[in-house]
């Protein structure tokens, strides 16, 4: 008999169609009218001034200063901390409908069943590895390891620390007892397949650390090397669940000590993340074998209001410290505070810490500096900014990086600090800004394609990416947030999936995901804004879904259906003539190899049909330099014709 228990997905459409996203929310939170939206101090995080907006029209919210954003469905999952099923409960009893359940295909049952195995083999892993760390026989190096860095044994049950032992197939022998649970730790990262198909652990010698999701969890594992292989830190390689550019090691153990993060700590390896929790300061996180990026810090100001970030004294700290400065411009919002802190020469917050004590530590990160410090000091190294020419200098050094901040208080903050370190007016600074920006012509690139007669359209589309900051203007983004507000109108664009091509979409995560939701429209037409985020919600690519809800929002009143639709139809020809002048690039590329290469062969009944092919096929849409290749392989052959 087929087991029961899913949700039919036309039943929550139905559902989220019936209420009313104001009202639910307003039964927790009390909303403002505030044009055509309503406002209210985000509910999960702390802020002053309001940040959290919900539209009405769209069914959907979205929180400016961390990041939250989704349906009613997903509102109530985060604000009651309801799971999934518990939610649609909540939700189906206030709409006064009954929640039904579906019978599952065996096929349904197992591609269900291998996502949920996945977290449960790692679950049992996490156990395996902690229970290696206390009985197996070389167990105690790693315990003395730990105890000799400071560690006891509450703070390794707290962060569940473990123990990989050496051997190659220790993981793989005790739970690779089939063909389908080897290709299950194979799915998860834990084993290693060779050229020649045989399998390995990937952690072997090493002391374990579970890396938590929001949920708490274990979706990967870092290991320290206790021997002398190489490399020191090894990651688990990105899987279905886990994905490194998204997820801050420690940040649920935080969590769970301190609901209301007043402030994190951004530092660079598991072990100072541990150790500064040892040492009574719980609120150290770390990225996993990456630099921190935008969606880290989008991530971390979820849950607090300040970041420090914690670097190494020397140029290579300096160096990370300016590429976290970029990641941290551009996430900005008024109420939210970024500081670098610099220890000394030699030391890391794990030893620093053991060194100085938790007061010492303590007093180090009140001294941190603030993030305006940090950029204005940086940029003006090796300047005279008592000379006309280095206040200039720095004038032209920051104008584009502060056209990076969200607008708001912060941002004119900062252009009143430039404008007193410079001597020029705000409004000099503006006109920098935009001169350093793209022009409007130039914003977004799908507005260089088309007839005559969508010249207006065009500047339309051209408009709305221009008052986008310009760490927003990435075409494929542009085109979910467009599809996203206006999905029933967007779906009905002549140019649609099949004149586009697959193949013309390429590879990046909101490409596949824009692909996706196309296909999705095709086959439910009807599907609401707030329905594709009950779709997507819960998986990894919700999150470039909030992302296209930050575009929404910021393109606020300037944004309605027609300008969606028009605007992603532009987005879509952009991918479109990339995808062909790419095509034309390989076949000119193919056909110069062929002319110039071996010029003793006679020219073939195809190459010249080829030459014709390309120079009648959307001639026009070809950029100069491709026309330029084109023509010396028309000189060649002409050559090859007089011989």
């Not at 914690?310 to 505070?337: H, K, S, T, Y």
């Not at 760490?471 to 983004?477: I, M, Q, T």
């Not at 026009?620 to 014709?641: C, G, N, P, R, V």
């Amino acid at each position: 008999m087929a087991a029961k228990g899913r949700i039919p997905q036309s039943f929550i459409d139905d559902l989220l169609s019936r209420l009313d996203i104001v009202e639910i929310i307003d039964r927790r939170v009390p909303l403002k009218k505030s044009g055509r939206n309503y406002t209210a101090r985000c509910p999960f995080h702390d802020e002053k001034t309001p940040s959290f907006s919900v539209n009405p029209d769209k069914q959907f919210y979205y929180c400016f200063g961390c990041g939250a954003g989704g349906n009613a469905l997903s509102f109530i999952m985060d604000y009651d901390r309801q799971d999934f099923p518990a939610a649609v409960d909540t939700l189906a009893h206030h709409a006064g409908l009954e929640v039904p359940r579906e019978e599952l295909t065996p096929q349904q049952q197992r591609k269900q069943q291998q996502r949920k195995t996945i977290y449960d083999l790692m679950a049992q892993l996490a156990t395996h590895y902690q229970q290696q760390l206390r009985q197996h026989p070389q167990g105690q190096r790693a315990v003395d390891y730990l105890k000799q860095r400071g560690l006891n044994g509450q703070i390794a049950r707290d962060f569940g620390i473990g123990f990989a032992p050496p051997g190659w197939d220790n993981v793989l022998q005790q739970f690779g007892v089939d063909e389908q649970a080897r290709q299950q730790l194979i799915d998860a990262g834990m084993v290693v397949v060779r050229e020649d198909g045989r399998s390995y652990d990937r952690f072997r010698d090493r002391i374990m650390f579970p890396i938590r999701d929001n949920r708490g969890r274990v979706v990967a594992f870092g290991g320290r090397v206790l021997g002398d292989d190489k490399p020191k830190y090894l990651n688990s390689p990105e899987t279905d669940i886990f994905h490194k550019g998204r997820e801050l090691y420690g940040l649920y153990e935080a969590r769970q000590h301190n609901r209301q993060l007043d402030q994190l700590l951004v530092v660079e390896g598991y072990m100072d993340v541990v150790a500064l929790a040892q040492n009574g300061i719980p609120r150290g996180v770390a990225t996993l074998g990456t630099a921190s990026n935008t969606d880290h810090l989008r991530t971390a100001f979820r849950y607090t209001s300040e970041i420090v970030f914690c670097f190494d004294g020397d140029q290579a700290g300096r160096n990370a410290a300016q590429r976290a400065l970029e990641n941290a411009l551009p996430v900005m919002e008024d109420g939210r505070q970024v500081r670098f802190l610099f220890l000394p020469e030699g030391e890391d917050p794990d030893s620093l810490v053991r060194r100085i004590g938790t007061a010492g530590f303590l007093q180090h990160i009140a001294q941190a500096m603030p993030l305006e410090d940090f950029l204005f000091t940086s940029l003006s190294e090796g300047l005279n900014t008592d000379s006309m020419e280095g206040r200039a200098r720095l004038s032209k050094l920051a104008a584009p990086m502060l056209a990076q901040l969200p607008e708001g208080v912060y941002k004119q903050l900062m252009l009143d600090a430039l404008a007193k370190r410079t001597g020029l007016t705000p409004q000099a600074l503006e006109q920098l800004m935009q001169s350093a920006a793209p022009p409007e012509d130039e914003a977004p690139p799908p507005g260089h394609t088309g007839s005559s007669d969508r010249s207006e359209k065009r500047r339309d589309t051209a408009g709305l990416m221009a008052k986008l900051p310009a760490s927003r203007r990435d075409p494929a983004l542009f085109a979910l947030a467009m599809l996203l507000f206006a999905p029933q109108r967007t779906a009905k664009v002549p140019l649609g999936l099949s004149a586009l091509g697959k193949s013309a979409l390429g590879d990046s995560d909101s490409e596949v995901l824009l692909r996706d939701i196309l296909q999705l429209l095709e086959r439910r037409p009807d599907s609401t804004t707030a329905m594709l985020l009950g779709h997507w919600h819960g998986q990894p690519q919700y999150a470039l879904l909030t992302e296209a809800l930050n575009t929404i929002e910021l393109l606020g009143p300037w944004l309605d259906d027609e300008r969606a639709a028009a605007a992603f139809s532009d987005t879509l020809q952009f991918f479109q003539a990339q995808h062909t002048e790419q095509r034309y690039r390989e076949r000119l590329a193919a056909l110069k190899a062929r002319t110039s290469e071996r010029p003793e062969l006679p020219v073939s009944d195809t190459v010249q049909p080829e030459v014709d092919k390309t120079t009648t096929a959307n001639y026009a849409e070809i950029d100069d330099e491709t026309k330029a290749q084109l023509l010396h392989i028309q000189q060649l052959l002409a050559e090859k014709h007089r011989r």
